[in-house]
């Protein structure tokens, strides 16, 4: 089987074989998101080839969104994250799936009565009890995204004493029983981050951020309203029902 791939590698244009090597690369973490690519010459005797068959190579990585040519500066690594915003998918699966390293840090946990707006995404009356967690999601240690969870405390009792951390939100899901949960509803939003947003994603304040506001169920309940916002330089949201 090694010998037929190493074949069918070797039938591939050059370009498309640099394209793939520096894919590698990329995903292995040898080559980092933000960082300068050695320069056109270097690149192009480091792969014995031509300057415009290593163009080539740059241009698909550019279109893909894994890198970001500057004219007069140089090119950088901006691999975008893909999200799939179907019914049954979640982020941090996302980025398993594409052999990406998910994390998240809750920066805080409270409880409050829920506003009528929340409520009405969660389906009790106004004033219940929900628990908040506030987190920032990364994969490979880049940051991507913030997020606020609205838990109802009535099917999450005490969830904000016992939840110290958590990779993915399904986590919290699954310790109370909600193992099949999906996306009843969602909506997105394009603008710019405030102060803190742009601090926390760590990105230029004129930079513009996806939030996407979602309500997820379980056992024909809403269980979950979140209000997550990425770093709309790194993540490319798509529907995939």
Not at 98 to 112: G, M, V
Not at 118 to 141: C, H, M, Q, S, Y
Request: glycine letters at 6%.
């Amino acid at each position: 089987m090694d010998d037929r791939m190493d074949e069918l590698t070797e039938l591939r244009p050059h370009w498309r074989r640099i394209e793939m090597a520096l894919l590698q690369e990329i995903d292995a973490g040898a080559l980092p998101v933000g960082q300068k690519l050695p320069g056109e010459n270097i690149l192009a005797r480091q792969f014995g080839v031509t300057r415009t068959t290593l163009r080539r190579a740059l241009n698909e990585l550019q279109a893909k969104g894994v890198l970001r040519i500057e004219r007069g500066r140089g090119t950088f690594v901006t691999r975008h994250f893909r999200y799939d915003l179907g019914r049954r998918s979640s982020f941090m699966a996302n980025l398993r799936e594409a052999s990406l390293a998910p994390s998240a840090q809750i920066l805080t946990r409270f409880t409050i009565a829920a506003p009528s707006d929340v409520a009405e995404r969660l389906d009790i009356p106004a004033g219940d009890a929900i628990l908040v967690f506030d987190t920032v999601g990364k994969a490979n240690d880049v940051i991507l995204s913030m997020t606020r969870h609205h838990l109802p405390a009535r099917h999450f009792p005490e969830a904000n004493i016992h939840v110290a951390h958590f990779v993915g939100i399904t986590e919290v899901y699954e310790m109370y029983g909600h193992r099949d949960s999906w996306r009843s509803y969602c909506e997105i939003e394009a603008r710019l981050p405030t102060l803190d947003e742009a601090h926390r994603l760590e990105q230029s304040k004129t930079d513009p951020v996806l939030e996407i506001r979602s309500v997820k169920r379980a056992n024909d309940v809403p269980i979950d309203y979140t209000v997550a916002r990425f770093a709309a330089g790194r993540v490319t949201a798509f529907f995939n029902n």
